[in-house]
């Protein structure tokens, strides 16, 4: 899974072409942290389709809230640098995720 900062978000995610998923999460954010191998397996599946991106902020929290990340866990799923979907915390499970997926691909 591709890892995002500062430097290469706005190339990586803002800037690309097609599905971009970005897993915002957190040090201390115990929710994040258990839903990392979901998003990890789900990306075995479809990773050739969408690219899979994990963002830290912990280390960019300004990054975060200029995405209108203002809770964790929160997913993004970005088309051609635009946000088509946002997975918050009650829904942020695989099920979920792999749904709003395949809606996409």
Wanted: contains cysteine; hydrophobic residues 40%; glycine residues 4%.
């Amino acid at each position: 899974m591709l890892e995002l900062n500062k430097e290469n978000f706005e190339a990586e995610v803002l800037q690309s072409e097609g599905l971009t998923l970005v897993d915002f999460w957190g040090d201390t954010c115990e929710p994040c942290k258990a839903l990392m191998p979901d998003i990890e397996a789900l990306e075995l599946v479809y990773g050739s389709q969408i690219k899979f991106a994990k963002l830290n902020t912990t280390k960019a929290r300004r990054l975060a809230i200029s995405q209108k990340v203002l809770g964790l866990p929160t997913l993004l799923l970005y088309k051609d640098g635009v946000v088509v979907e946002e997975i918050t915390k009650d829904n942020a499970n695989k099920s979920y995720i792999e749904e709003v997926i395949k809606k996409h691909v």
